[in-house]
């Protein structure tokens, strides 16, 4: 890399964008790890890990 004169740019790997207050209630675990459901449209999930808002 010396004799090419390249440069290596290292991102953040992790950023910490969760804010969470502790007074804050969980929602409620109602698949207890069951993940396969015996018929259609019986379990639904959704990740919600990053979502851009006004406040940062």
Do not use: C
């Amino acid at each position: 890399m010396k004799k090419l004169s390249l440069i290596v740019i290292q991102w953040v790997a992790y950023k910490v964008a969760t804010k969470r207050k502790h007074s804050d209630s969980v929602a409620d675990n109602l698949l207890y790890q069951k993940f396969n459901p015996v018929a259609a449209n019986q379990v639904w999930t959704g990740d919600v890990t990053y979502l851009r808002t006004g406040e940062g």
